[in-house]
């Protein structure tokens, strides 16, 4: 029983030792855009709340900022719905 538990034991150091010894782990996968699906930024559409990926979008500059839309349509739809309430 004493040897089993000394065998153990040498396992154990052997195995520290190794760990130890051994090629550090690779590095976690922290930040790696992917191939298939590049990260981009999304932009919502406010004529009808899509959204769209930024370099897809029909940009409309205002004056405090610029918008984004889907489609030209939507953006006139938009522009055409500014000047009635509701
Ligand atoms: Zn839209």
Redesign the pocket.
């Known amino acids: 029983m004493f040897q089993l538990i000394l065998l153990a034991w040498v396992i154990y150091i052997l195995y520290r030792w190794l760990r130890r010894g051994a090629v550090p782990a690779p590095k976690p996968r922290t930040f790696e855009p992917s191939k298939d699906q590049p990260v981009e930024e999304m932009v919502q559409?406010p004529?009808?709340g899509?959204w769209v990926p930024l370099s897809q979008a029909v940009s409309l500059p205002g004056k405090k900022e610029t918008l984004y839309?889907?489609?030209s349509e939507?953006r006139d739809k938009f522009l055409g719905g500014q000047g009635r309430n509701n």
């Open positions: 559409d004529a009808c899509t839309f889907c489609s939507c």
